[in-house]
């Protein structure tokens, strides 16, 4: 195992470059984002990343691809990506126990598959009624939830604001 940890001192572990494919770490302990990425396109895969004092993957303004990870612990959202006209390509992850959303996106198109999102935002009872297991706020085309668990987050497991509705096909939603 290899861990990058940010120790509680550093702000984020993992600044990230343009096209760079992040496999098969663990990313812990930063004071704010375990992976951060700004104007650049990535990929995660094969990673753990928890107990970060804000996101677990920040992007903003770049198309990332996060694959066979786990997600959790991390003191705002699991996923954290903004970017009009970007995309945000999520499978085979397990994102829970964040105390935000498990996925926060806004104004960037999410696609979300084979996923589990469970228990996000479930201790922190003030703030539960804003955050959610998937949090869309105004993507730029239609995301794409298929084939996910989504269950026991502290509001509703998937909300949506926008005109560009969420394509959502053979997922289980329950105890949100």
Do not use: M
């Given at each position: 195992?290899?861990?990058?940890?940010?120790?509680?001192?550093?702000?984020?572990?993992?600044?990230?470059?343009?096209?760079?494919?992040?496999?098969?770490?663990?990313?812990?302990?930063?004071?704010?984002?375990?992976?951060?990425?700004?104007?650049?396109?990535?990929?995660?895969?094969?990673?753990?990343?928890?107990?970060?004092?804000?996101?677990?993957?920040?992007?903003?303004?770049?198309?990332?691809?996060i694959l066979?990870?786990?997600?959790?612990?991390?003191?705002?959202?699991?996923?954290?990506?903004?970017?009009?006209?970007?995309?945000?390509?999520?499978?085979?992850?397990?994102?829970?126990?964040?105390?935000?959303?498990g996925i926060?996106?806004?104004?960037?198109?999410?696609?979300?598959?084979?996923?589990?999102?469970?228990?996000?935002?479930?201790?922190?009872?003030?703030?539960?009624?804003?955050?959610?297991?998937?949090?869309?706020?105004?993507?730029?085309?239609?995301?794409?939830?298929?084939?996910?668990?989504?269950?026991?987050?502290?509001?509703?497991?998937?909300?949506?604001?926008?005109?560009?509705?969420?394509?959502?096909?053979?997922?289980?939603?329950?105890?949100?």
């Amino acid at each position: 195992k290899t861990y990058l940890s940010g120790n509680d001192v550093c702000n984020t572990t993992v600044t990230i470059g343009d096209e760079t494919i992040l496999d098969g770490f663990i990313v812990e302990k930063a004071v704010q984002d375990g992976i951060y990425g700004n104007a650049v396109d990535f990929v995660v895969k094969n990673c753990v990343l928890n107990e970060n004092n804000l996101n677990g993957i920040r992007g903003i303004d770049g198309n990332i691809s996060i694959l066979w990870c786990d997600i959790k612990d991390n003191g705002n959202n699991g996923i954290d990506v903004q970017g009009s006209n970007k995309s945000v390509y999520v499978e085979n992850c397990k994102i829970f126990d964040n105390d935000w959303n498990g996925i926060f996106s806004q104004y960037s198109t999410p696609t979300i598959l084979n996923s589990i999102i469970h228990h996000n935002a479930s201790d922190i009872s003030y703030y539960s009624d804003t955050y959610h297991g998937i949090k869309l706020y105004y993507p730029s085309s239609t995301p794409e939830i298929r084939n996910n668990t989504i269950v026991y987050n502290s509001n509703e497991g998937i909300y949506f604001t926008g005109v560009n509705e969420p394509y959502i096909d053979n997922c289980i939603l329950w105890g949100n």
